[in-house]
């Protein structure tokens, strides 16, 4: 699978937007971006995933960028238990071993 | 509720004697695999199961042996321990092997002496 590139952390002030960007300039037209969270003492949480569309959840948006080398998880207004590693992983669509390749991932510091 | 269920959660041992770390699912999930996180590695696929009776290697199976008799259950088994194997390791499921997205158990933090 392709690599991914992610800031080792960010901060954010709680209630306010934050964008978590990915890079991933050697993705394959096969490759699902997908982003997965892992709060403290926990296991890793799917969050989104997306092909070439932008994707909206509960939890989060994803915007893809028409070239589709870097992405970006919005999360709309960050709450203190946001606080967590952001993981940005691409999955090739026929990796038979569903494995998912982590990252450092973003570790996400919310302020209140 | 859909969860995936690890046992046991915390767990210290000494190297050689033989254990089991469960780990089962309700969500009828035909995919299984187990993860090992180290610091500074990441999370690292062991083994993997597509379906009952079909399993396969990941990065770092050395060590470890799983099986698959039930679609809920898939036991890592660590036929003798040793100090590198000390990790925190995680169970996953999905429904479907090329683009489901994976639920993660809660973990097992296993300590060699």
């Known amino acids: 699978d392709a690599k991914t590139t992610q800031p080792n952390s960010m901060e954010s002030n709680e209630e306010e937007p934050v964008h978590l960007p990915c890079n991933h300039s050697?993705?394959?037209?096969?490759?699902?971006i997908h982003w997965y969270r892992q709060l403290p003492s926990q296991g890793p949480e799917y969050v989104i995933h997306g092909l070439t569309s932008n994707v909206n959840n509960r939890m989060a948006s994803l915007a893809i960028a028409e070239d589709r080398k870097s992405s970006t998880l919005i999360l709309h207004r960050a709450t203190l238990r946001d606080a967590a590693v952001y993981y940005c992983?691409?999955?090739?669509?026929?990796?038979?071993?569903?494995?998912?390749?982590f990252g450092g991932g973003t570790r996400l510091m919310v302020k209140p | 509720e859909a969860q995936v269920t690890q046992n046991p959660r915390y767990l210290i041992t000494v190297t050689g004697k033989k254990l089991t770390v469960t780990c089962s699912q309700n969500?009828?999930?035909?995919?299984m695999s187990w993860y090992r996180q180290d610091p500074g590695l990441g999370l690292r696929q062991i083994y993997y199961?597509?379906?009952?009776?079909?399993?396969d290697k990941g990065d770092v199976p050395e060590g470890y042996k799983v099986s698959r008799k039930e679609k809920r259950n898939f036991p890592l088994i660590l036929e003798s321990p040793s100090p590198n194997q000390t990790s925190l390791y995680f169970c996953?499921?999905?429904?479907?092997?090329?683009?489901?997205?994976?639920?993660f158990g809660p973990g097992t933090r296993l300590t060699v002496l």
């Open positions: 969500m009828n999930h035909e995919y």
């Open positions: 992983i691409l999955r090739d669509v026929y990796n038979a071993g569903n494995m998912l390749t």
């Open positions: 199961s597509m379906n009952v009776e079909v399993t």
């Open positions: 050697t993705i394959s037209g096969t490759d699902y």
């Open positions: 996953a499921s999905s429904s479907t092997v090329s683009t489901g997205t994976q639920y």
